[in-house]
Structure formats: C-alpha cells, structure tokens
C-alpha cells in the first residue's frame, strides 16, 4: 500500500474543528499538523477533550449518538469527513490502542489474527507470518511463543496491553493511536512500552494520549496542551516542556492545576 | 501543504461497492425481519380475534354475552346460551383464591430471601424456587386433581372431585415463584445505604424489611402482584383438570366450575363444526380472557413505571 | 444478627434518663426483638411451603407412576388397556416438536435480539418493538393456540402438523428468548467492540466474530430455558388440534402428532384408576427431559462463568 501512494510529508492536518456531544461543544477550533514517524503527545487535565480529539482521527466518535464534527481532518492530504468515506478502511491505516488493555476473550494468536482475518487473509501460512511479525515489534514474541494457543486473557496486563499493540499493527496501520496505554499498568510494565514507542516510531507515526506530564517528556517528539476543549499550544516536546509560551502551559506543566 | 495534497492523488479511504459493503446492508433489513415477527404476533392475534369475535356477535348479541347469566354453549342447540358471566365469575373466583395463597407466601418469602436469608441458604432456596416455576402446568393439575382434592375432601367431605378450591391452591402454588422472584429483585434493589441508615437508628430486621424496603420497593412488589395475578387468570391446564367443567355463577369454592380457559379446551377437544356459532365462541372467550390479560399486564407496567423511586 | 440486635440493646439502654423509662424502654426492645424472631419464622416457613410442595409433588408422582416405566412404556402406543400403553408416539412427538421449534426461535429470537441491541436507533419504533415483546409475555399461551389454529392450521393450510405446532410454540416463547438474548449481548463489554472497531471491522463482522461467541453461552442457556418452557406446554397444543390418540411417530414435520403433556392430561382424565398411575409415568418421562434440559443449561452457564469470570 505504501509503496504505491506518495505520502505526503504532514501525516495528519487537522484543521478549525469544532466537535459537539449534543449541544454541548467539547472542542473549540483545533488545528494541528502531526508529522509521519514521530511521537505526538497530547497532554491535558481530565475532560480537556484529548482523547475526544484522539477518536476523531480514526472516527471512533462515529460510534457515539449525537456527535458532531466541523472543520476538517486530512490523512496524506485526503479529508477522512467526507460523506463517502469508507471507515473501516481508514480504520485500518489508523490503528488505535486504548487505556485498559481489552484482549478478546480467544487465544493469543486469534487476537491478532483477528485484524488481518476480517480483512480478508485466510491464508495459514501469511498470518502465521503476521503474529510472528506483530508479536515481535510488539516486544512479546519471547514471552509467548509456546503458548499462542492460550487464552489471551490469562497474560499478565502489561502482556495483555503489549498484545493489544501487536493486535493493532497486525493490520499494518500506517498511525497508531494510543489512548492512555500505560494508565492501568505496574511501573515495569509501563517503562517497557514506553521503550517500545522509541522503536515503533520507525515505522509508524505515533499519537499518544498521556496523563503522565513525565510520561509525556519521556517518549514524545512534540507535544499539545490542551484545555477546556482548547489546543493551547503546540510545540516539540523540549521547547513545551523547558520553555512554554503561553502562560496557561507553564501553570499546567509546573504543576499549578490539573 | 495545499500542493502536497495534490499530490496525493489517489484516494485510499473512498467506498467501493463490494460483496461486503452490500452484505452489511442487507443484514440490518433481515434482523429487523426477525424484529417484526413479534409484531406480526400481536398483530395477528388482535386481527384473529376481533374478526371472529365480531362475527360471533352477528350471531349472539353484544348485550346478552356480557349480562347473560347461563353459558351452555355445547348443548344442542335449541337449549344454546352464550351469556359468559358464569365463565368470567369461575376465572375471578380461582384466581382470587390463588391469590390468597400466593401474594402472602410469595411476598413473605421475597422478605425471607432479600432480608433473613445467609447466604448459602439463599442459594440453594433459589434454584429450587426456579425449579417449582419450571413444572409445566399439567403436572400441576395431576398434582391438584389425584392428590391435593382428595387431601380437601378429607376435611371437606361434601366437596365434589371437580371444585375451584383444589385449581385455586394449585394455580396459587404456581404462581408463588413468579412474585417471589419479581418482588425479591425489587427489594435487592433498594440500595443497601437506606438499610443501614434504619439499622444504625437501632431498627430491627423486620422494621427494616416492612418500614423501609417494602415501602422503597412497592411499585415492583405491586407489579409482581398483578402479574401473577395476570398470569392465574390465564392458566388453563390445572382448571381444565380439576376445577370441572360447569359454567356456574358462583363465589363457593367448594362447587365445580368452569373458567374461560377451561372452555376454549373443552370446545376444543370436542366435536364442533368449523365456522358455527360454538366455534366461533372460542374466539369471543378468547377475545375477552385476552383483554382481562392485557389490562392486567399494562397495569403492571404502568405501577412499576409511575410510582418507581428513583436512586 | 447479633451486631444489630447490641446496637438496639444499647440504644435501649442509653437513650433514656429515669430507671422508669429505662423499663420500659428496655421492654419495649424486647417486645421488638420478639416479633423479629416470629416474623423471620413466618418467612421461613413461607418459604419451606414452596420447597415443601415440590417435594410432595415429585415424591407423589414417582410413587404413584416409577412402576410403570420401563422399555416397554418408552415403545408402546397408547392403548386402551393399561398394561399396554405407552409414550412412544408422544415422547417423539414432543422430540420432533421441540427439533423443529429450536432453530426456529433461535433464529428469530436472536435476530431480534441483535437488532434492538446492534442496530435499532433509540426512537419510537425500537420502544414499540419492545413494548410490544413485554407484552407479549404476557399473553396466555391459550391464545397463542388460537393464533396457531387460525393463520398456521387453518390459514396455511398446515392442519395439524409438526409444522404448525413448532410455529405456534415458536411465537410463544420467542419473548423469552429474545429477552435472554438481549441480557447476554448487553453484557458483553465495550472494550471489545470498540477493539474490534478500531481496527476497521464492520458492524456485522464486530457482531458475528466478537459479540455473538462472548454472549453465546447466554444466549444458548435462555433458549434451552424456554424451550423446556415449550416441552412443557398443553393448552396451545390442544387448540392446533394435536390430537391424542396418535399411533404413529411424525416422519416429516407435515404430519399429525401428539406430546407427552397431552397425553399426560387425557391419561389423567380416563375413569380406570390405572391411567391416573400411567398419566404418573408419562410425568416422569416429562420431568426427566425437562431434567436433562436444565442440567444443560446450568452446565452451559457454569462453562461460561468461568471463561469470562
């Protein structure tokens, strides 16, 4: 797929989006670039509209009644909103990992299987090759190779999550999306994710929603504060981080709420 | 950024029209197929019934079913009378009856469930309860019929071995599962915080159970009422076999009688000929066990909705 | 128990200023603590009625029928002498019956099911389905019967068939299962829609490979549950015309039969007290298939507790 398409360099243009639950407006005017192969964390205190912003990349709003969406969103130049837009397509060049690790309740290979099986591979031989593959980037191939049969819901969580990574590049997306992924995680579990950001973002373009101010510093390229259903600003993680520019960034990032 | 957008070109995320994309659409139109069945249900039964219903009324008038005191619909037919009053007051007469006998014992074991019970006892009483509301309902009448009638005319000796008594206990017993379950699951949801609040100004367990929960749990409780009651006026297996088969006006229990069920399967066994006055009898009984029914059942759902606390 | 009755023991105790009051306090708790003790024998005891029945019934109805079954009961038409009747044509009627309602339920009962939850927007159609489902709950099966005697028997021209009685009973018990069904499929979390959503399946595929093996067991319990309802059932049988004296087991789903209720209740009405003993036999036959199914259906929902627990 990627072969044949000229991707274009920003992989993601979000441009003047509004986005409403009802009457009730969540997002305010956002706009923002996200550059292929980097680590883009969105920070904010809890309601600030960092995960809703997330799910609009990859419309998983679609699936709640009564969501709104105005402005636009491009992915390699094409507008994801338009009317005939095939979701599960975008979907699956739009991977997504959420904040509790949700393995099926079906065996580890099964798991990942899951995504290439509806996309059409039957063959036994090619997904074989995929979990492998999948399991390896996702640092979890050791770890369970001789137990693929097993129920995925036995694995420990931070197995369980690094399961639910590799599930979500099996369908070789070209962006991950990562909604909190280390929040319900032990300390150890959630450093060895953070190291597997640094490798997947060779291949991947990477958004990560992140609680976790350290968190975010730690493993992001560039970084946008959000608050109130505002980006506030938006800026490579260093510069955000040691230098803010907007006063409210600073207050955040030095711990005076939130 | 504009020009880099050109340059895309092709477009990955358009929808094609493939095997899959009409497969999913057909889908939601077969389930909701599968949805109208239940539509067609009721309509079908509403249809069937007021038709034949009305065309029963061309032959017996309105007035007379409704006021007539004598059903003899399966003499000959010279002696025929369609008055269903005696039918109406053997249906009222067994289901009062059960309810005598269901609404204290379901309620009280509701309390004992919800309330008293440990635990473990609580799970074991349970899957028996389920088991009691899982017999099928011509068990219930052998039950009434070759052993609870004969246990009656022991002390009642006068007593016929057709008579309302017998169905009534029987149908009670029946449905005392019902309103145990439904009434448990209403006070199971009276949150456990207002148990306390009572428990904590030194209440005992009964003022707990009959002050508090029973009060916060009394729309369900009602509900369960009707329903079972509901649920008595239809029963058909265990009138048909022990409560006998003659339409009297009568509020003694004692005495045989018919109910509305009873009558459609009496008329239905027998030898009818096909669009008569008798055959279509069954539909004007049907029609009106039908309405006696859905009034019970819109009842139910009207007390639980209207007078449900909200926590 | 004991913590609670303390606590009013020392609300008895504390809450009052004269020894004069104090008596009569502390009486008064005893009074309270009395009828507690009463009302929870009561309870009791209205429960142990429930649990008493069951048990006279089903010691009664071995008793009286246990020696008449035998191989020779299960292959035996019925007959007009006792000693050579049997359930054979019942018990495959009620076989066949309950062959043929299966799938049927299974099929409607579960489309329904999946549709409200999957598919039905929340708007006035979707209530009045369910409206309309609750309320079909409540109908009394007799007029059920009537239904399946106007539009299958006679309408379609079915007659008394296999066919027209599966259907009767199809309509008559889809509520159940459309409402277990509905349960099960509520109970499967989100995570896992949206798991399998995130990576571009469609509804269906996220319906059929993630939702309906989750809620399976469920679903599979509550239809065994009211298919044992069906098995059970008399009257709505009667009115198709699912005649009694049968001396022959249904080949196809067009042909006549009868079930082992009917028969149970025609045996029970016969004068010579040995038909009563028989009606006990055929019981016992009955009991025992409802039996087999339940144990099914627990063990179906035991499996699932442990996978999903």
């Given at each position: 797929m990627a072969e044949q398409t000229v991707l274009t360099k920003p992989a993601i243009q979000v441009e003047n989006l509004d986005l409403y639950y009802g009457q009730k407006q969540a997002l305010y005017d956002v706009s923002m670039d996200v550059e292929v192969n980097t680590v883009t964390a969105l920070i904010g205190p809890s309601g600030c509209g960092k995960s809703t912003f997330l799910r609009t990349l990859n419309r998983m709003n679609d699936l709640i009644p009564g969501v709104q969406i105005k402005g636009t969103i491009r992915l390699h130049g094409e507008s994801i909103y338009d009317r005939n837009i095939d979701v599960e397509m975008l979907r699956k060049q739009v991977g997504m990992v959420f904040q509790a690790p949700n393995p099926f309740p079906k065996s580890i290979y099964d798991n990942i299987a899951y995504g290439p099986r509806i996309h059409g591979i039957r063959n036994k031989k090619t997904l074989d090759e995929i979990v492998e593959k999948s399991l390896r980037q996702a640092a979890l191939w050791d770890e369970v190779k001789d137990r693929l049969r097993d129920r995925a819901t036995g694995l420990s969580g931070g197995q369980q999550q690094r399961l639910c990574i590799a599930r979500a590049l099996a369908v070789e997306p070209e962006i991950v999306l990562m909604d909190?992924?280390?929040?319900?995680?032990?300390p150890i579990s959630t450093s060895k994710i953070e190291e597997l950001l640094q490798e997947l973002k060779n291949k991947y373009t990477i958004v990560i929603v992140t609680h976790n101010m350290q968190q975010a510093a730690r493993v992001s390229d560039k970084t946008a504060f959000f608050l109130n259903g505002e980006l506030i600003e938006y800026n490579d993680t260093a510069t955000l981080f040691?230098?803010?520019?907007n006063k409210k960034t600073e207050d955040y990032i030095t711990g005076r709420f939130g | 950024m504009l020009k880099t957008v050109e340059s895309t070109g092709v477009s990955r995320f358009k929808k094609k029209r493939t095997w899959r994309t009409s497969w999913e659409g057909i889908i939601p139109k077969l389930l909701l197929l599968c949805a109208l069945v239940s539509i067609l249900t009721t309509v079908g039964i509403v249809l069937t019934l007021v038709i034949e219903t009305a065309s029963f009324f061309q032959d017996v008038p309105f007035i007379e079913f409704i006021t007539?005191?004598?059903?003899?619909?399966?003499?000959s037919e010279s002696q025929q009378e369609f008055g269903i009053l005696p039918l109406i007051s053997g249906t009222l007469l067994v289901t009062m009856g059960a309810a005598v006998v269901a609404i204290p014992l379901g309620l009280f074991s509701a309390i004992y469930l919800s309330e008293y019970a440990p635990d473990r006892l609580r799970r074991t009483l349970k899957p028996i309860l389920e088991i009691l509301a899982g017999i099928p309902t011509v068990v219930y009448g052998f039950f009434a019929f070759t052993f609870v009638t004969p246990v009656l005319r022991t002390f009642i000796?006068?007593?016929?071995?057709?008579?309302a008594l017998s169905a009534s206990v029987v149908v009670g017993i029946m449905i005392i599962p019902m309103i145990a379950s439904l009434s448990e699951d209403a006070m199971s949801s009276v949150p456990r915080g207002i148990r306390e609040a009572a428990y904590a100004m030194g209440s005992t367990r009964l003022e707990v159970s009959l002050k508090v929960v029973v009060p916060a749990a009394l729309s369900g409780i009602i509900a369960s009422f009707v329903l079972g009651i509901s649920r008595a006026i239809g029963e058909t297996m265990i009138v048909t076999i022990a409560a006998g088969a003659t339409p009297k006006l009568t509020l003694d229990p004692t005495e045989s009688i018919q109910t509305m069920t009873a009558y459609m399967v009496q008329a239905a066994m027998g030898d009818i000929s096909y669009g008569g006055t008798v055959y279509k009898s069954i539909y004007a009984v049907g029609m009106t066990l039908f309405v006696f029914t859905l009034i019970m059942n819109l009842l139910a759902q009207y007390i639980s909705r209207r007078f449900k606390e909200e926590y | 128990m004991s913590a609670e009755e303390a606590m009013i023991q020392q609300k008895g105790q504390s809450n009052v200023d004269s020894t004069d009051t104090e008596q009569k306090g502390a009486d008064r708790v005893q009074f309270r603590r009395m009828l507690n003790h009463v009302a929870h024998g009561l309870f009791l005891l209205s429960t142990l009625v429930g649990v008493v029945v069951l048990g006279v019934l089903l010691y009664d109805i071995i008793q009286t029928g246990w020696k008449w079954v035998d191989a020779d009961f299960l292959n035996n038409f019925a007959s007009r002498f006792p000693e050579k009747s049997g359930v054979k044509a019942p018990l495959w009627g009620s076989l066949w019956l309950i062959g043929v309602t299966a799938p049927l339920t299974f099929i409607f009962g579960v489309g329904t099911a999946i549709y409200l939850e999957?598919?039905?927007?929340?708007n006035w159609f979707s209530r009045l389905i369910q409206l309309n489902i609750s309320n079909l709950a409540g109908v009394p099966s007799i007029v059920f019967g009537i239904l399946g005697l106007t539009i299958f028997a006679r309408g379609w021209g079915l007659g008394q068939s296999v066919l027209t009685g599966a259907l009767t009973m199809t309509l008559l018990i889809l509520p159940i299962v459309i409402v277990a069904a509905r349960e099960a499929i509520d109970s499967v979390p989100s995570s896992l829609r949206q798991a399998s959503y995130a990576m571009g399946a469609t509804r269906w595929q996220t319906i059929y490979k993630v939702v309906l093996p989750y809620s399976m067991p469920g679903i599979l319990t509550g239809t065994i549950l009211a298919l044992s309802r069906a098995i059970g059932e008399t009257a709505p049988l009667i009115m198709v015309g699912a005649v009694t004296f049968v001396y022959f087991t249904p080949g196809n789903i067009f042909d006549a039969f009868t079930v082992l209720p009917i028969q149970i209740y025609s045996w029970t009405g016969l004068p010579k007290e040995e038909f009563q003993e028989i009606a006990a036999g055929g019981i016992i036959i009955l009991l025992a298939i409802l039996l087999t199914m339940n144990a099914l259906a627990i063990f179906l929902r035991n499996k699932y507790q442990q996978r999903n627990g």
């Open positions: 909190e992924p280390t929040s319900a995680l032990d040691s230098n803010p520019a | 007539g005191t004598d059903w003899t619909a399966l003499f000796p006068e007593m016929g071995v057709f008579n | 999957e598919y039905a927007k929340k």
